[in-house]
């Protein structure tokens, strides 16, 4: 059986572990091999208290592997789970420092109104770089801290800069092939309102940009989330562009922010709750008309304790 062979630097690009965490790597997949005669389909760098340690386990009930496998998923002490197909880090696998990645974000909201019954729900941000994510993220937590008012600024500001897990999509792109991947991928998963992303990705969000004030140069990937930032600041302040500073008011982007999540109410849900609530009928029959989580999510939004900001 052939060995396996870990590529230390796209490791530790990826990852940010050493080399000696890399080769442990390398000898549990081999060993793994070695013992069940089949690949492996998850390898786990355990960082939580210090100590690191590495093993394997089967894909659990709930993971979806869609013979993307097998992966390799980190968990850091900083309570983020960073995950990408094993195969980014292998010998087969050529340099991918300088080259263009693609990149998942999720973010874990709750409903902060009410924090002894937090029901945490992911909501992702799609994004191409070609410094690494690592950096990348810095950058965008730092534009958020600044006041930067995209969406996804602003969630990570408004929800601790609680990015929980890290998806490494695809790695050693070149430009053009990461600007037509992340508009596929954005326009399938993230682009609001299913996700973090306020405009379309790769070139025609590039595009965007120009069409709304932006620069006429093309705006590297790298420079747009603060591109938009900037766009969306001249428009309050000059009133230039009201309709893109109406779409992203304040209000707005509460109720959006609000009710696109999984597990939320809609605002049609929350208006025919109340209506429904005044025509005299019991919560659990509203529970049920709605089609509310349960009965404590109606009762909260007949109290006013949540979704008092959605009119």
Known sequence: MRSIKINIDNFNYLTGFSKQVGLEVE???????????SDVEWVIVDDIDGSTVVYTRKHPEYWDA???????????????????????VLSETPSIIGKHQIYQHYLELSDDSNPQDIVPTKI???????????????QH?????????????????????????TRIMFVGLSKEEADEIEEKAVALFSLFPL??????????????????????AYVPADRREEELSEIIRKSRLTGANPALSARWSDDAFAIKMICAAQNRL????????????????????????????????????????TYSRVA
Not at 124 to 138: K, P
């Open 195 to 216: 996700g973090l992303n306020m405009i379309p990705g790769g070139k025609a969000g590039a595009k965007f940009l120009f069409e709304h004030g932006g620069p006429r």
């Open 124 to 138: 992702q941000y799609i994004g191409q770089t070609m410094q690494g994510w690592q950096r990348r993220l810095r």
């Open 66 to 88: 869609k013979n993307i496998g097998p992966w390799l998923v980190v968990n850091r002490k900083t309570a983020m789970e960073l995950c990408c197909p094993l195969q980014y």
């Open 27 to 37: 000898k549990i997949v081999n060993s793994y091999h070695a013992k069940e005669n």
């Open 141 to 165: 937590k730092d534009s958020a801290k600044k006041g930067s008012n995209t969406l996804f600024h602003r969630a990570m500001r408004n929800h601790g800069f609680n990015v929980v897990t």
């Open 266 to 305: 809609k605002p049609d849900q929350i208006e025919a709750g109340r209506l429904l609530s005044a025509a005299g009928h019991s919560t659990e029959a509203i529970v049920s008309m709605i089609g509310a989580r349960n009965a404590q999510q109606v009762k909260r939004l007949l109290a006013g304790e």
